[in-house]
């Protein structure tokens, strides 16, 4: 069994800052690529930022400068350092894991999401 947790919402105000972190544990061989995404009220939920397990990034446009996304392959953990947060960034966060099993099968994981609220 594979778990995916989360830690670090919360409420901030308008320029002010938060971070996440997202740890996998369990039957777990390997942990590719991983993740964050949000789900804002009445949005689909949009990807925000991913990492390899080389450590290359991605980002949406939207958070280019001010979001960090890393990871600590040790402890099978990402981080999501959001900076200069916008009343727009407000949504759930969820976690998400490509994760090789012990018998070299690969599935996708979530975590249980996350509240961020940005206050104007």
């Known amino acids: 069994q594979v778990q995916l947790v989360e830690s670090g919402g919360g409420l901030v105000q308008t320029g002010g800052s938060l971070r996440l972190s997202c740890t996998a544990s369990g039957t777990i061989f390997s942990v590719k690529a991983m993740g964050w995404y949000r789900q804002a009220p009445g949005k689909q939920r949009e990807l925000v930022a991913t990492?390899?397990?080389?450590?290359?990034?991605n980002y949406v446009d939207s958070v280019k400068g001010r979001f960090t996304i890393s990871r600590d392959n040790a402890k099978n953990t990402v981080i999501l350092q959001m900076n200069s947060l916008k009343p727009e960034d407000t949504a759930v966060y969820y976690c998400?894991?490509?994760?090789?099993?012990?018998?070299?099968?690969?599935?996708?994981?979530w975590g249980q999401g996350t509240q961020v609220t940005v206050s104007s």
């Open positions: 990492i390899t397990s080389g450590g290359i990034t």
């Open positions: 998400n894991a490509a994760i090789e099993s012990i018998v070299r099968v690969t599935f996708a994981y």
